[in-house]
């Protein structure tokens, strides 16, 4: 039987990760406001 990958451990380090940065700005869906990506990530 094949394991979820939503079950394991960097799955979920890497959805807390993807919350942390959406919610400080740094990432953000793609809209008309905001057509592209971020130019650069700030990993300090």
Same mark, same amino acid.
């Given at each position: 039987? =094949?394991? #979820?990958?939503? #079950?394991t451990e960097e799955y979920q380090e890497s959805e807390a990760e993807l919350r942390r940065e959406e919610s400080e700005?740094?990432?953000? =869906?793609?809209? #008309?406001?905001? =057509?592209f990506p971020p130019s650069h990530y700030d990993r300090s």
């Open positions: 039987m =094949p394991t #979820d990958v939503r #079950d700005g740094e990432i953000y =869906p793609l809209t #008309d406001r905001h =057509p």
